[in-house]
């Protein structure tokens, strides 16, 4: 009787505990797994996705808008991931280069060097020509590119201008024939939308050669002084101005920004003729002027920049809209 007693209290015990046992089981098993749709414990979130960050800043097309007082102004853009040029309604139009035209002239006589060395002292007139703009050693880097000052009613431009137009497939570009500057390369008549073309042909190899175009856009980035008179000589003088300055720090940030600006003022026509050119490895950029002499090569410098200003994108300070990802209930 006690051992039939025993084994019914055990097998009571048993059922009993797995009962008991089972609950609990399932509790945890509810609390470590949420995807059950039915039962009553707390509900899981998660946490939305970091939205995608935002390309960085770069000049795109874009409206310009400028209180310009003076005869000429007009810009181009080259996108030179697509090649898409865009601008001002006039960008066709042509100016005198003066010294934006050295930069060619340089790629010019290196890219005939092909893998040799220049002498040290051409060397040295190259990189000044660019860096100090100095126009002696740009009439000596010119020539021995094989270029050459005939006065003449020709159309024609020189061996070395009428390379640039050939190789880089300029459409708009000709000889200067203002008398008594005939012939002059400062006085190659150019247009903003054949400058950016320029830019792209210098920065894409084209211009210089496999060997020399990173030297070239390296002087280029090192173009130094301002529009101050101190900066200013009557042969060379102070370029790092214009569409550098109306660039942010988001974008120079990226890497190097190759410049060549061109600038005189000019008596047979009472006007400074300014010109800036800017170019990285996504654009390219050109803004050409002709105004009153009174006004300044500051003036002239503060359109430029603010031509680069305004074809930021996205605006510095622009707020940065970020769709709303629902936060879900599991």
């Not at 100016?95 to 005939?112: C, F, G, H, N, P």
Request: proline share 8%.
């Amino acid at each position: 009787m006690r051992s039939r007693v025993t084994m019914v209290l055990a097998i009571t015990a048993v059922l009993l505990g797995g009962v008991l046992l089972v609950p609990a089981a399932y509790a945890r098993l509810s609390d470590g797994d949420s995807s059950g749709g039915g039962g009553g414990g707390a509900a899981s979130t998660v946490a939305a996705p970091a939205p995608t960050p935002p390309p960085p800043p770069t000049l795109a097309a874009g409206p310009v808008s400028v209180s310009f007082q003076g005869e000429f102004f007009s810009w181009a853009l080259l996108d030179r991931q697509t090649g898409t040029i865009s601008g001002s309604p006039n960008m066709t139009a042509t100016s005198s280069t003066e010294s934006m035209i050295k930069a060619w002239i340089v790629s010019d006589y290196l890219r005939q060097l092909k893998d040799k060395e220049p002498s040290a002292a051409m060397k040295e007139m190259a990189r000044v020509a660019i860096v100090d703009s100095n126009d002696r050693a740009a009439n000596k880097v010119h020539a021995d590119a094989g270029g050459s000052y005939k006065p003449s009613n020709s159309s024609t431009p020189d061996a070395v201008i009428q390379r640039a137009i050939t190789i880089c497939g300029l459409t708009d570009t000709k000889r200067g024939n203002v008398k008594p500057y005939t012939g002059y390369w400062s006085f190659t008549r150019m247009s903003p939308r054949d400058a950016v073309r320029l830019g792209d042909c210098i920065a894409d190899g084209k211009a210089a050669g496999p060997k020399w175009t990173k030297w070239v856009l390296d002087q280029m980035s090192k173009v130094t002084g301002t529009t101050a008179k101190k900066d200013q000589r009557p042969d060379s003088g102070g370029g790092r101005w214009g569409i550098i300055d109306g660039l942010p720090k988001s974008i120079t940030a990226q890497g190097p920004v190759s410049i060549k600006n061109g600038w005189t003022p000019i008596n047979y026509d009472g006007n400074w003729h300014v010109n800036c050119l800017a170019v990285n490895d996504k654009w390219s950029l050109a803004v050409m002027l002709r105004y009153p002499q009174k006004s300044g090569l500051d003036y002239g410098a503060k359109v430029c920049a603010s031509v680069a200003t305004q074809l930021v994108t996205p605006q510095p300070g622009a707020a940065l809209k970020v769709p709303q990802q629902p936060v879900g209930k599991l």
